[in-house]
């Protein structure tokens, strides 16, 4: 566990004797407590994924009569099958259009004010907004939800997708804000003041300049929104009703309710659902992390 | 688009404005006249369909006068608390131990996140059956301590909710860490070494402080973050058994959206806002203003 490896020049003799004696707590190269931890946190994290695969390949009677961490003895795509055959194509279509409609704009609009905010942030007006926005980091929005409620059936946007991607868009500008203004200020003024010498407008700097120079930070952004509106649940759960406006997470909850005891089905319902996450995870993985921790690490 | 396209506008500084109005027209639509909305809508009957009469103090006194609050305030605290006092040390082991820069590390840093891709219902739903006294991993495992009611017991299932937090929270938080760690100056453990400290020595006193503004980032989205878990816990258990894990979140979603009472549901959405609030605020004080250049600095 926790194998040591030499990557710095060995240590003395007496140094190694006092951390056998009391190996609590050490830090890097020779860290005991640090490896042990990785290697239980693996098994902690893989167990449940590994079962999810196996069980999504039994059949119903084989999940009840086999031990749940033993492999389909007749591996069946029937629970794959039904799920597909079943309305799960079209809430797939749902989220796309959700998440696709929400992130562009959001990022979008973001990225014109963070731009704003950036090179004109002295006026007590773009001031004013930017501590709005940050304002908005701290408080819980989803303790508005009733209002958005509100507002979404007196704008008859109920059941719609639009519903939920209007508020989507607006839960998304804080932090986007916040991490596409910490890039945007990273561009030395110099090239600001060279394209302005050049007779470019603001609105042509931000797209020929500022833009281009960001790209990383925008895909990191559209990223971490669009995961967060992938998976989320609780707009869906309440500004919709009608079983074929229902985006993935909220048709899983509805087909485990609908199916508890075909417990395969469900968990290849589960895996389906997340197969395209997955996939994004493998080809684009560094993307993917910087974008989970946006503006936190930065 | 090209500037050829783009609205006509001075290219001088001060006429900025105009960039910035698009996203504040949705915040404001959608986030702070909800905001207000939530207030005024506590001090009103609605039913959700129907017509909203206003009737003062009424709301917040059926929701004040009923155990219920305390309760969930109670449910709420406790996840929060506890969940943060997993995952912490947890979190900052793991950090550190990613942030060496082993080979075998990096891939199992590629299995952790896993976690982090997946909806909270899909979480939900995985571990609901996945700790089925009678088909679930305790079973398979044969091990009898797994083998229990877990999502039947009041206690059992608060720590369960506080579990499946931490395995899908965990991956996130190690990975403030491992960045944090990565961003001490090596310098700084070569001066220690130099000096003759030892591994525990340089943990407590180089690694430890160097990461106190990733700590308290990370203690904040965790306890704010708390406040809102609302899909894990409505899809795991649906607050019960009872109203074991009857949180804030879900305490609104059922006074609101199952009892149809929408005006207790605004005073508790009032409750969450006012401890989200009052928590940042906490937790900026403690560490001493402004983190998110800090951080930087630091490096």
């Given at each position: 566990m926790g194998t040591p490896v030499a990557t710095r020049p060995r240590e003395s003799a007496p140094r190694q004797h006092r951390r056998r004696r009391s190996n609590v707590r050490p830090t890097s190269n020779k860290n005991w407590l640090g490896g042990a931890a990785g290697w239980i946190w693996l098994l902690i994290v893989v167990v449940p994924i590994y079962w999810i695969v196996i069980t999504s390949f039994k059949s119903q009677s084989n999940y009840y009569a086999t031990n749940p961490l033993v492999p389909p003895t007749e591996p069946t795509l029937a629970n794959y099958i039904m799920v597909i055959e079943s309305d799960f194509p079209l809430y797939f279509v749902n989220s796309i259009i959700v998440t696709l409609g929400a992130v562009v704009p959001a990022v979008a609009i973001s990225f014109m004010a963070a731009f704003a905010i950036v090179r004109g942030g002295r006026g007590r007006f773009l001031k004013s907004v930017n501590s709005l926005f940050l304002m908005g980091l701290a408080i819980p929005l989803q303790a508005t939800i009733i209002p958005v409620y509100l507002i979404i059936i007196r704008l008859n946007?109920?059941?719609?997708l639009l519903g939920m991607i209007l508020p989507s868009i607006a839960f998304a500008i804080p932090l986007s804000v916040l991490v596409l203004s910490n890039f945007i200020r990273d561009i030395p003024k110099e090239l600001f003041e060279s394209m302005r010498l050049d007779g470019a407008t603001e609105w042509g700097t931000l797209w020929r300049l500022a833009f281009p120079l960001t790209r990383p930070a925008v895909v990191t952004v559209a990223i971490y929104n669009g995961l967060t509106i992938w998976n989320g649940f609780l707009l869906p759960l309440i500004l919709t009703q009608s079983p074929d406006k229902r985006t993935l997470p909220l048709a899983l909850a509805a087909f485990q309710g609908q199916y508890s005891v075909n417990v395969p089905a469900v968990l290849a319902s589960v895996l389906l659902t997340t197969l395209p996450i997955l996939v994004m995870y493998m080809v684009g993985r560094r993307q993917l992390l910087s974008g989970l921790t946006a503006g936190f690490g930065k | 688009m090209t500037s050829a396209t783009a609205p006509r506008k001075k290219g001088r500084g001060g006429s900025l404005g105009w960039l910035a109005l698009p996203a504040l027209a949705f915040f404001l639509a959608f986030a702070v006249v909800p905001l207000v909305g939530v207030l005024w809508l506590s001090f009103t009957t609605w039913d959700g369909l129907g017509e909203i009469r206003l009737t003062g103090l009424d709301s917040w006194h059926a929701v004040l006068d009923n155990p219920g609050l305390m309760h969930s305030l109670w449910v709420t605290f406790l996840v929060m608390a506890l969940s943060w006092a997993f995952q912490t040390p947890l979190s900052i082991l793991l950090g550190v131990f990613l942030a060496g820069r082993q080979r075998y590390r990096a891939v199992l840093a590629v299995v952790y996140f896993i976690p982090l891709l997946l909806s909270s219902a899909a979480i939900a739903i995985t571990y609901k059956a996945l700790l089925d006294p009678n088909f679930g991993l305790g079973a398979g495992l044969g091990i009898d301590i797994l083998i229990q009611d877990w999502l039947g017991e009041p206690t059992l299932a608060l720590g369960v909710v506080i579990f499946v937090v931490s395995w899908q929270f965990i991956p996130f938080h190690s990975l403030l860490y491992q960045g944090g760690v990565r961003q001490i100056p090596r310098s700084m453990y070569e001066a220690a070494e130099l000096d003759g400290a030892g591994r525990v020595r340089m943990f407590w006193s180089i690694t430890l402080p160097q990461l106190k503004y990733t700590i308290i980032t990370s203690s904040t989205l965790m306890v704010v973050g708390s406040l809102t878990f609302f899909d894990l816990i409505y899809v795991m258990t649906a607050g019960g058994p009872?109203?074991?894990?009857?949180?804030l979140a879900l305490d609104m979603y059922k006074r609101g959206f199952?009892?149809?009472l929408m005006g207790p549901a605004s005073v508790i959405a009032v409750i969450l806002v006012v401890v989200g609030l009052l928590l940042a605020m906490l937790l900026r004080r403690i560490g001493g203003g402004n983190n998110s250049d800090s951080q930087l600095e630091g490096a």
């Open positions: 946007l109920y059941d719609s | 009872g109203d074991a894990t009857r949180v199952q009892a149809n």
